[in-house]
């Protein structure tokens, strides 16, 4: 008769491949995600503006340099089912000496984006 958790046992024998097969589907999902250098989440879009565009990294799955409305933000890079996002306004560069605020809501959909 065996002592203690029979879980624990099973995963030290590699039975518990079903989460090794997920991380690694997300990563290969997330292969091609762009990189996102923005500001720390604020809590409106005002408040935004005035911080400073850069200190978190990000990751996007969008097409172009800053997510457009409906991409999806990621904490890191893996396509996570679901996502879970610290919800907020975050200032980007926009390029060309123009900022620009996105709002994300705790799924890391983008949902608003707007000039400073």
Do not use: W
């Not at 292969?31 to 923005?38: A, E, G, H, K, V």
């Not at 978190?56 to 172009?64: M, P």
């Amino acid at each position: 008769m065996a002592l203690g958790n029979t879980n624990a046992s099973a995963q030290a024998r590699g039975k518990n491949k079903a989460t090794v097969i997920k991380k690694n589907r997300e990563v290969k999902n997330a292969i091609n995600y762009r990189t996102l250098l923005c500001g720390r989440s604020a809590a409106n879009h005002p408040a935004s503006c005035s911080g400073t565009p850069v200190g978190e990294v990000f990751y996007h799955n969008g097409s172009s340099a800053i997510p457009a409305v409906n991409d999806v933000v990621y904490a890191g890079k893996r396509a996570r089912v679901p996502n879970s996002f610290e919800a907020g306004f975050y200032k980007v560069d926009g390029g060309g000496g123009r900022f620009k605020t996105l709002e994300i809501n705790s799924a890391g959909v983008v949902v608003a984006t707007q000039n400073c």
